[in-house]
């Protein structure tokens, strides 16, 4: 199994919020994508400052339609 991490930082990015909630949240799609990840992969991240956007991309399988449409829901338990 291998699985790469390739990055495009532009400018160090200042977040507003609490830092232990975005640490946690930015690790937990890292750990997502990682596991989407069956064989070889690649796992991306890139961030702009202006417009301000970061995006962590993988190219694993992704959900199932009947999983994805359950994404946004509160408290929804989503793994299979």
């Given at each position: 199994?291998?699985?790469?991490?390739?990055?495009?930082?532009?400018?160090?990015?200042?977040?507003?919020?609490?830092?232990?909630?975005?640490?946690?949240?930015?690790?937990?799609m890292v750990k997502n994508a990682i596991k989407s990840i069956v064989t070889d992969?690649?796992?991306?991240?890139?961030?702009?400052?202006?417009?301000?956007?970061?995006?962590?991309?993988?190219?694993?399988?992704?959900?199932?339609?009947?999983?994805?449409?359950?994404?946004?829901?509160?408290?929804?338990a989503l793994r299979e």
């Open positions: 199994m291998n699985r790469e991490l390739a990055g495009s930082v532009q400018r160090k990015v200042n977040l507003k919020g609490i830092e232990q909630l975005i640490e946690q949240a930015l690790v937990n992969g690649t796992i991306t991240i890139i961030t702009q400052l202006n417009p301000s956007y970061l995006i962590i991309q993988d190219d694993g399988a992704g959900r199932p339609k009947a999983i994805r449409q359950q994404l946004f829901t509160p408290l929804s």
